[in-house]
C-alpha cells in the first residue's frame, strides 16, 4: 500500500451542500462535520479525481496493460448497471489540517468566521430582475485542505505498480480547477496538488 | 482552410482579462449599507470584487439576445428547465467557467486572500475600495411639477471609475468559430456590470486579455500548462482587441458637443471645485467625484473631476420627450383636468420602455409572479465636464419677503458656478422593434431643441444656470435611422 495526500488550496468562497435549509437564514446550508466546521467529503475527492483520470485516459496520457479495457474503472472501480468492481483506492475527506482544527473546536464561536452568506438573483428577459428568484446561500471562506488517499495493489490480478498509480494520479491533479455547488460561476476555484 | 481551422473544437480555452471601470460600478451584494440602499460586494479581504455570477449573466443575456440563431447558448451556460413532454428536469452544466474578477492594487497586481489590513490600508487605490462607501451618489426622482417624486431619493454607493480586476474564464470544448463570437461579445459597448447600466453605470473595458488554448492530447505536460495558465495573471498583451473579436450591436443615437452658455451647474456636489471664499461655506456645488487614472501600469487617484451624470441627462431627456409625445398624440393637459397627482406624474407608455420602469411584485391567480419590469432601450453615459478653474464663480441668492419686499431670514445662501464649460452628451439606443411614429418625433423633437438651445441641460434651470448652446465649430450628430425608420 502506498499513501498520496493531496492538497486544495481554495482560492474562492465554496459551497458543498448539505441538502438542508436554514430557514430565514438561509437557503442552503453547508455541509459541516460534528465540530462545525467545513470538509470535503471523500466520495467528492473521489468524483472529482475519477472525472480528472477519466479525461486524462479519454486524451492517451496512460500507458496500461492491453487486457485493461477501462484504466478508470480499474482504480476507481465501477457501479452500475453492469459488473460492480472494487477500486484500488481508499480515500479520506478532505479537511482543515490538525492545528487548524484544535484551534477552532477550542475557541468557541470561532468557527463561524470560516462562513458568510451570498444572496444572488436572477435578471429575466427584460433585464430586470426576475420576481421570486432571490436565494441565498452559505459559502466557506478560502482555506486549505488536506486529505490522504491508500492505494492498494490489486492482489488477485495485479497489472499496475502502485507507483506508476500514485504518479499518475499526481498528473491529473491539475485538470481539477474547481468543485462543489455553483463551480463554474466563480465558487470553489481550486488549485489541487499531490505529494 | 480557414473554414476548417475554425471548425476545429479546442480542449479547453483559457481567457485571462483585466476589466477596468470605465465608469462608477454599483455591484451591490444585496444587503443594505447604514444610511445607504445598497452594499458593494465584497470578497474576503473586504475588498470589492466582481462576481462571476453577475458577469456570467450579462455575457450570456447579451449572447443570448446577439448569437441565439448562430449557436446553441445553452450548451455554453448551461441550463435547467422542465421538459415539456414528462415533467422531469432536464439540465446540463455549463461549458464556461468563469471566475470571479479580483481587484488590481495600486500596481496592477492581482490582490491575492488573506492581506494584512495594513498592507491593503497602504495602498493607495485599496485604502479607498476597503471604505464601506468608496463614493456614492445620490439620486433623485423629479415628477411632473419640477420637485422630487415621493419615495424617489436614492442613496447609491459605487465603486470609482478606473478600479482594475482580474477574472479568468475557462471554456471546455468549443469550436473556434463559436469562441470567436462569444468572445466578441464581451467587446459589447452594452456590457455593464451592476445596477443602473443604463443610466451609465457599471460601464467596463478590457484592458488586457490573452486567449490561451490548450490541447489535452500534449498529455501530463498540458495539465501542467493548465493549472500554471489559470495561476499565473494576465499579460499586457489584449488579444480581444484582434478584429474577429469586434462587435457593434449598440448604437451610438447622438453625440451633442454642448457649452454652457453662461454660468453653469450640474448636479449636487459635496466639495468645491475652486478655492473656499471668504465669506465660509458654500451652499450648492456642481456634482464632482476623483478616479483612478493608469500612466504605465500604476495607478493614481485623480483630483476631483466635475461630472454630468448619466441619470441627470437621462432625466432632463425623459421630461422632454414625454412632453413632444404627449404633443404627438393629441394628450393635452386640459383633458386631465380632473386626473389624480398619480395620473400627472405617470409618464406614457411608449415613453416608459424606452426608459425602462419597475413595479411592485405581482402574482397572478396560481401565485405565479408577474415580471411587469423592463430595462430600458436608452443608455446615456457620464460626461466629463471641462472647465477652466480660473472661471469659478460664487453667485450669493436672497429671498425677498413677498408681503414687505424685504429679505426673509435665514434665506441667505451661495452656489458656485462654472464659466461656459464643455461636455459632450452620448446617448445610445440598444436594437429592437422599430419605435412608435409618434415617440420617433419626439424624440427628434427633443434633440432639435438641444440643438437649438431650447433645453436646459444641468441644475437650476429657473435660475438659468442650465442654459447650453452647440460648441462652437464643432456639430451634433443624429442617427435617426437607430429609432427603426
Not at chain 2, 468645491?272 to 504605465?296: A, H, K, N
Request: hydrophobic share 40%; proline share 3%; glycine share 8%.
Amino acid at each position: 500500500m502506498s499513501k498520496l495526500q493531496i492538497k486544495f488550496d481554495i482560492q474562492s468562497f465554496w459551497h458543498i451542500g448539505c441538502a438542508e435549509e436554514g430557514g430565514a437564514y438561509v437557503d442552503s446550508l453547508m455541509l459541516k462535520d460534528r465540530n462545525g466546521l467545513p470538509y470535503l467529503p471523500g466520495r467528492a475527492v473521489k468524483g472529482l479525481l475519477r472525472s480528472a483520470f477519466s479525461l486524462a485516459e479519454s486524451k492517451g496520457w496512460f500507458q496500461a496493460p492491453e487486457e485493461l479495457s477501462n484504466l478508470t474503472d480499474y482504480i476507481f472501480g465501477s457501479e452500475g448497471e453492469g459488473l460492480a468492481t472494487q477500486g484500488l483506492l481508499t480515500i479520506d475527506s478532505a479537511s482543515l489540517g490538525q492545528n487548524e482544527m484544535e484551534f477552532f473546536v477550542s475557541n468557541n464561536g470561532a468557527a463561524e468566521q470560516l462562513f458568510d452568506v451570498h444572496f444572488s438573483t436572477a435578471i429575466n428577459e427584460n433585464g430586470v430582475a426576475q420576481e421570486g428568484s432571490l436565494r441565498s446561500m452559505e459559502v466557506a471562506v478560502p482555506m486549505v485542505l488536506v486529505c490522504d488517499i491508500d492505494i492498494q495493489e490489486n492482489s488477485l490480478k495485479p497489472l499496475i505498480g502502485v507507483e506508476t498509480i500514485k504518479s499518475w494520479l499526481k498528473s491529473v491533479c491539475p485538470l481539477v480547477s474547481e468543485f462543489g455547488a455553483k463551480r463554474t460561476r466563480g465558487y470553489g476555484q481550486v488549485v489541487v496538488t499531490a505529494e | 482552410m480557414a473554414n476548417t481551422e475554425n471548425r476545429k473544437c479546442t480542449d479547453i480555452t483559457v481567457v485571462k482579462l483585466v476589466l477596468e471601470t470605465a465608469s462608477p460600478m454599483a455591484i451591490n451584494s444585496g444587503l443594505r449599507e447604514v444610511g445607504f440602499d445598497n452594499q458593494l460586494v465584497r470578497d474576503v479581504n473586504g475588498l470589492p470584487t466582481i462576481p462571476a455570477t453577475a458577469f456570467a449573466g450579462v455575457w450570456r443575456h447579451l449572447a443570448t439576445s446577439t448569437l441565439a440563431n448562430k449557436l446553441d447558448i445553452d450548451h455554453y451556460f448551461g441550463f435547467t428547465s422542465k421538459s415539456q413532454s414528462n415533467g422531469a428536469i432536464e439540465s446540463a452544466a455549463a461549458r464556461i467557467v468563469v471566475s470571479n474578477g479580483r481587484i488590481l492594487d495600486s500596481n496592477n497586481q492581482v490582490v491575492e486572500n488573506y492581506q494584512s489590513p495594513e498592507k491593503i490600508a497602504d495602498d493607495p487605490i485599496l485604502s479607498i475600495c476597503l471604505h464601506e462607501r468608496p463614493m456614492y451618489r445620490e439620486r433623485v426622482s423629479i415628477n411632473d411639477r419640477g420637485v422630487a417624486k415621493d419615495t424617489g431619493k436614492f442613496d447609491q454607493i459605487l465603486l470609482p471609475k478606473g478600479i482594475r480586476f482580474a477574472l479568468t474564464i475557462k471554456v471546455k470544448q468549443a469550436l473556434n468559430s463559436d469562441l470567436d463570437l462569444l468572445l466578441g461579445v464581451l467587446n459589447d459597448k452594452r456590457f455593464a456590470l451592476g445596477s443602473s447600466t443604463r443610466n451609465g453605470l457599471g460601464q467596463i473595458k478590457v484592458v488586457n486579455s490573452d486567449v490561451i488554448n490548450i490541447n489535452l492530447a500534449e498529455g501530463i505536460k498540458a495539465g501542467e500548462r493548465l493549472q500554471s495558465v489559470l495561476s499565473q495573471p494576465c499579460s499586457n498583451n489584449n488579444d480581444l482587441a484582434k478584429p474577429q473579436y469586434h462587435t457593434h450591436t449598440l448604437g451610438l443615437l447622438a453625440t451633442v458637443p454642448l457649452q454652457g452658455l453662461d454660468y453653469w451647474r450640474c448636479g449636487r456636489g459635496s466639495e468645491l471645485l475652486g478655492s473656499v471664499p471668504s465669506s465660509g461655506s458654500v451652499g450648492i456645488m456642481t456634482y464632482s467625484e476623483t478616479c483612478v487614472r493608469w500612466v504605465d501600469n500604476k495607478a493614481k487617484v485623480t483630483e476631483r473631476i466635475p461630472v454630468f451624470c448619466g441619470s441627470s441627462i437621462k432625466g432632463i431627456l425623459a421630461h422632454r420627450i414625454a412632453y413632444h409625445y404627449r404633443r404627438h398624440t393629441d394628450q393635452w393637459a386640459e383633458s386631465m383636468a380632473t386626473a389624480s397627482h398619480d395620473d400627472w406624474q405617470t409618464r406614457p407608455q411608449a415613453v416608459n420602455e424606452l426608459f425602462g420602469y419597475a413595479t411592485d411584485g405581482q402574482q397572478d391567480d396560481d401565485g405565479a409572479w408577474l415580471n411587469k419590469g423592463q430595462a430600458g432601450r436608452l443608455v446615456v453615459l457620464d460626461s466629463i465636464i471641462n472647465y477652466d478653474p480660473e472661471n469659478i464663480t460664487i453667485r450669493t441668492h436672497n429671498t425677498i419677503d413677498r408681503f414687505t419686499g424685504g429679505v426673509r431670514k435665514g434665506a441667505l445662501y451661495s452656489e458656485e458656478l462654472i464659466y461656459q464649460p464643455t461636455f459632450t452628451v452620448h446617448v445610445y439606443i440598444t436594437p429592437g422593434e422599430a419605435l412608435p411614429i409618434e415617440l420617433q418625433h419626439a424624440i427628434r423633437d427633443t434633440f432639435d431643441d438641444i440643438r437649438l438651445g431650447m433645453l436646459s441641460m444641468g441644475a437650476g434651470s429657473g435660475r438659468g444656470s442650465s442654459a447650453v448652446q452647440l460648441q462652437s465649430e464643432q456639430t451634433m450628430t443624429f442617427n435617426s435611422h437607430l429609432l427603426g425608420e
